[in-house]
């Protein structure tokens, strides 16, 4: 028994030496979460909820915890992101020639390393960090963090529910079944600088799936129409996973643009899907032969 404890101890010591920036004795070290939430509170998974449950400080873009997940914020500190975080991610401000533009990237730019600063400390002195984000994280999302926190930060993502599984799941079609087709192309609109064009994704036939922030329609109606039959089956969904609000709309690649007021879709609540799979759904023209006939 005696030599059980010496063990014990000498572990206890061990362990201290090991681990000098714990601040607890048996407490766990701190790291920071980029949490997916879902699109709906009901579709948020069990680790996403334990993870919360253990944070000391969540951050989100503002006014995003105050509008969907205040419950969750009881007793935690909140930090907050502005909508244009993201902004100039990547460029050199000094080498802007707009002087307005050159203050704006320096100024965003100053915010984020302001930011990643507080979380590397804040975790270093052993707190956990949770950045709560809608959908899945991974798609669209602002995981620039990852990129900026020093290695030494410990750092994990609890996958979400996004948008396009739960629109997929509002349409009930799987949509890398295109009849003739496997691919499922997620993207969004042209931006400046892109060189993976929508009309380059277009021209295999594959199934396309638009994120629609900003979505110019009828220049991509204009480019789909080049590419797709105009019967293809096209649906929008608004909501998805939201069991109370949840709603599929549908048209063709001919008619969409006379037969659907795209301009007053919810903006950035809904998806565009394109391809034979809103009809065709699990049936496919070689009929898996590999398998089938041997
Ligand atoms: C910046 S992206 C973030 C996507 C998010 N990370 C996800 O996985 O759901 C925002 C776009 O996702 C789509 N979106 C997000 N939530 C949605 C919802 N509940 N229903 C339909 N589309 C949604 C919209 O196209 C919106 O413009």
Redesign the pocket.
Known sequence: MLTHLLTLSRFAALSLVAVPVAPLIGAAPGKFVIV?M???PDLMTIRAQRVIASADILMAEEGNIRTMWPELAAGKVVWEWPHNLRKYYGADPERLTDPARRAEAAKVEQIRHGLVGKIATAVKSGKTVACL?????????MTLFLEMLPAEVPTQIVP????????SAALKRSPPYGYDTNAVILT?DDWDGRVDKNELLMRAGSTMV??????DYPRLFGQLKQHYPPGTPVAV??????PAR?RVVRGTVGRFLSEVDHRALP??????FVGKFLNSGQARKDFTPRITER
Not at 210 to 215: G, Q, R, V
Not at 267 to 272: G, S, T
């Open positions: 997916g879902g699109t709906a984000q809608s959908g899945d994280p991974m798609m669209y999302g979400g529910i996004g948008a396009f599984q739960a629109a969004m638009f994120y629609t922030m900003n979505l969904v608004i909501d998805a996973g939201d949840e903006v950035n609540r809904h998806m565009l």
